[in-house]
Nanobody, 126 residues
Framework: QVQLVESGGGWVQAGGSLRLSCVAS????????MGWFRQAPGKEREFVAAISWSDGNTYHANSVKGRFTISRDNAKNTVYLQMNSLRPEDTAVYYC???????????????????WGQGTQVTVSS
């Protein structure tokens, strides 16, 4: 079993920055591909960014490309989401997710992930 705990959410004005963290425990963190998703009120949970295990290969949704960056520190069992130039439409609960994969793959679809955190709220005011 894997436990994921997100932190770093909060309130910020448009144009500001936040860095989300997700700490994993329970199994070897470095065997997992990781991802970030978000869910706004009344909307489906959507993909934000993903990172592979073996080579740190990343992929970002078009809506956040150039503004958000996913990264990981396997020594700290932590994955990060650096969010810059935030917009009101980025307001959502942000979730991290994990899937066992020790290779070069990343995953962009919800059902491909096995474990989820409880979420952290990000609110961007105009």
């Amino acid at each position: 079993q894997v436990q994921l705990v997100e932190s770093g959410g909060g309130w910020v004005q448009a144009g500001g920055s936040l860095r989300l963290s997700c700490v994993a425990s329970g199994r070897t963190f470095s065997s997992f591909a990781m991802g970030w998703f978000r869910q706004a009120p009344g909307k489906e949970r959507e993909f934000v960014a993903a990172i592979s295990w073996s080579d740190g290969n990343t992929y970002h949704a078009n809506s956040v490309k150039g503004r958000f960056t996913i990264s990981r520190d396997n020594a700290k069992n932590t994955v990060y989401l650096q969010m810059n130039s935030l917009r009101p439409e980025d307001t959502a609960v942000y979730y991290c997710a994990a899937r066992w994969d020790s290779g070069r793959h990343y995953y962009t679809v919800r059902y491909e992930y096995d474990y989820w955190g409880q979420g952290t709220q990000v609110t961007v005011s105009s």
